[in-house]
């Protein structure tokens, strides 16, 4: 539209506000050819709008970087990292915000992801060619046991761990690595397991105590990060980085 605007002689120039909050680089990568490469504006106007209108800092769900720029430093490390990722088989949005993240990230960093079952979570990380290893046992000193054996000599920079399971695990491994542990918090941890009493007494209880051990947090939204901080988290150690879904892939609406 706004090429076509100009092309007619109706405007010399042509400014996109939310779209520039979704994509700073958006005009050099469409002079460059690389138009597939752009951060679409999905109009859902929740963290520019929506936090500008409560006196905020504006932020952006496509783009984690919008309004962090002096907080998050993306230049190249001088020495590429290793991250080992945990996970005990995430399913639904939390399964599509780990898959997605780890395939952009392992163009900048060694990225190896744990899983402790097989299923959707790991079948799909294989497809999307993420190195993934399988550890199938539902009895943690078991499954820890594998996982030394597997990490032998290896050198790990950080543990990064998703879920119930996969927070018991990193706080069980982080001593023997001797790498800090961040969790990403999908969810309200006190609602996980409604409905399963016994997985809520089990897991629901073990992840309640695991999330206190953790060194670094990564909520998934605002008012995520909000719970965590009003039950006594430290702030200083909670980010808020919304992106993880690939908005690359074309958006089918419903009629």
Not at 47 to 64: D, I, M, S, T, W
Not at 200 to 218: E, H, K, Q
């Amino acid at each position: 539209v706004a090429e076509s605007i100009l092309q007619s002689g109706q405007a010399d120039l042509v400014t996109m506000a939310r779209a520039s909050l979704a994509d700073p680089e958006m005009p050099k990568k469409i002079q460059e050819g690389r138009e597939d490469e752009v951060l679409r504006c999905i109009g859902c106007l929740q963290v520019c709008a929506g936090e500008n209108g409560k006196g905020h800092c504006v932020r952006c769900l496509v783009n984690p970087l919008t309004g962090m720029e002096d907080v998050y430093d993306f230049s190249p490390a001088k020495e590429r990292k290793r991250v080992l990722v945990i996970g005990g088989g995430d399913t639904g949005g939390a399964k599509t915000h780990v898959l997605n993240l780890l395939k952009e990230l392992n163009q900048y960093i060694d990225a190896q992801l744990f899983c402790f079952r097989k299923g959707d979570f790991s079948e799909d990380a294989a497809k999307m060619g993420i190195p993934i290893e399988v550890i199938e046992s539902g009895n943690p000193v078991v499954g820890l046991r594998e996982l030394k054996r597997r990490l032998a000599g290896q050198k790990v920079d950080i543990i990064h761990c998703h879920g119930a399971r996969g927070n018991l695990m990193g706080n069980l491994i982080k001593k023997h690595l001797g790498a800090p542990v961040v969790t990403t918090v999908h969810s309200d941890y006190r609602l996980d397991y409604l409905g399963r009493p016994v997985a809520r007494l089990s897991y629901g209880t073990t992840n309640m105590v695991a999330l206190r051990r953790v060194n670094f947090y990564i909520g998934v939204s605002d008012p995520m990060t909000d719970i965590l901080i009003e039950r006594g988290f430290p702030a200083d150690r909670i980010y808020t980085i919304y992106n993880g879904i690939d908005f690359k892939t074309p958006i089918h609406p419903v009629p």
